[in-house]
């Protein structure tokens, strides 16, 4: 019987073994994934009323503070880069010809600097003001402060 075959070729030993870097990476954030998942699903849906709070003002309340804001900052890279590190492996195990991993990497990682800048840039620009009917606190004090136009 014949010795199984990959197709798949090794590539020569480096001095750093950036795979070893991704298995670990995978166990840590997965384990930081799941405290920061159940925390979040806890605050969202089991205080207060559940999911009929989850509207605008309610997350625009949550991001008033650095503490969420940090935290939902924290599970969007975590899971993002958790589930990029995912798909390279299943791309270097399953993408046969070189041009063809290099160029699905490479859309995979255009694809995960778009969704990590977009949402860091929305947790932190978030206005909660925005909302013309908004009754936060915080809208109402800063609205009382501009003068109005009449004629």
């Known amino acids: 019987m014949e010795t199984p075959r990959s197709p798949y070729k090794r590539n020569k030993p480096t001095r750093t073994n950036w795979e070893l ?7 840590m954030s ?3 994934l799941i405290v920061l998942v159940f ?3 806890f ?20 991001w008033a503070s650095p503490f ?5 900052l924290l599970m969007l890279w975590l899971a ?7 798909v390279r492996t299943v791309i270097n195990d399953y993408a046969e010809r070189d041009a063809t991993r290099f160029w699905l990497k490479m859309a995979l990682y255009v694809a995960t600097v778009i969704v990590l800048v977009v949402g860091t840039l929305v947790i932190f620009t978030f206005d909660p003001c925005a909302d013309p009917n908004s009754t936060l606190e ?14």
């Not at 969420?68 to 939902?72: G, I, M, R």
């Open 68 to 72: 969420w804001q940090t935290w939902d």
């Open 43 to 62: 605050v969202n849906l089991m205080t207060g009323e559940g999911i009929h709070q989850i509207d605008w003002s309610f997350v625009a309340g949550k």
């Open 80 to 86: 993002q880069l958790h589930g990029t590190n995912g």
């Open 30 to 32: 997965g384990l930081l």
């Open 21 to 27: 870097y991704g298995w670990l990476f995978m166990r």
């Open 39 to 41: 925390g979040h699903l």
């Open 138 to 151: 915080i809208c109402r004090a800063g609205s009382a402060n501009v003068p109005s136009i009449t004629n």
